[in-house]
């Protein structure tokens, strides 16, 4: 998963990645506000948490949500802000696996009842989902890494706003959580969530919309779309491509008066929502972005491949949890697969540039990234990099995993 934050309208064709003016938060700055205090040390590792229900969210049975007893103790370790997600890890028939999901449960859950709760798809074949749909259950332990991610905005009482979401499948995983939060910190503002499926059956969260819309009259507006079902409410049916969704924006939405939107979802839908909010979306409205797939191959190898030849390839320092550890990297091989073996405590999840969970910045020397899909343009200025996604350029570099 990953998550950007863009004016909808770029201000030049093709470009475009800072916040608006009058945007809200930067969500670096939402990442650091739920994790002040915590150190580095306890939010770069697992965490060993109860599950304490595993629930079907969807009618066919496609989708289950996971919910985690947080001990008091690590409640200050695992704030979130509404938006992020977690890595679990578990062993699964002899392999270690680990996935992200985002998070569909609220800050105020865990404040008040030591709970947090992820939505989890079963992918046909899926290592992960299969194992959490069919064997998981309360009272079994995962581990887990502290919350991350960039999707979200800062919400404030004082707020009187509209907000917008276009989510297809599990995309309204953390927009739930979004949705939730913004209803119960704003009691002025009101969200608006157009919600793409197959069918009316493979919906998450069909009852926890329900509930959230019974908890505020007026303040929450459902638009759903279901391509493989009969057109409704005379809306043509079909997937929630560029033409659909600037028909269903116009037609039901009012989007110039939305000040935020939401998008979550596969790439090609993003991509489609962002387009059309650049032509139908008011000015200065900020469009946040979270994908879930990036389309791609996984770029490397998960095993290291055999260290340059003495006096060749490139000299990194690998900074976590105060302790260095120098090694060589040849120029094409991304720092994370060749770090791991020294440190096998370095952060990651989907080695492809999408969770941002093997985030770190460099204090010295140079990297080149080969993918992105989950730092800000803000992080990137301040040298932030995904070490799944970078190989060496300069002959010395130092890549600190201990700066949150
Ligand atoms: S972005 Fe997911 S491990 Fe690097």
Redesign the pocket.
Known sequence: MTATTTPAAPATAGSGTSAAPGAPTAPGTATSAATAGVPARARLRFHRLTVTAVEPVAADGSAVAVTFGVPAGLRGTFAFVPGQHVTVRAVISGVETRR?YSLCSTPAELERHGTMRIGVRVVPGGRFSSHAAGALAAGDALDVLPPVGAFGTAFDPARRRRYGAVVAGSGITPVLSLAAAALATEPRSTFTVVYGNRTTDSMMFAEELADLKDRHPGRLHLVHSFSREEPRLGLAGGRLDAGRLADVLTRLVAPERVREWFLCGPEGMVRDARRVLAEVAGDGAAVHTELFHTGGPRPSPATPAAPPPAGQGRQVRVLLDGRATTLRVRGDRPI?DDALPHRPELP????????????ARVVDGEVRMTGNW?LTEEELAAGYV????SVPVSDRVTVDFDVV
């Open positions: 992200s994370l990651y999840s989907c080695r492809n540039g999408v969770c941002a969970t093997c985030r989950a995904l070490t799944c996604r």
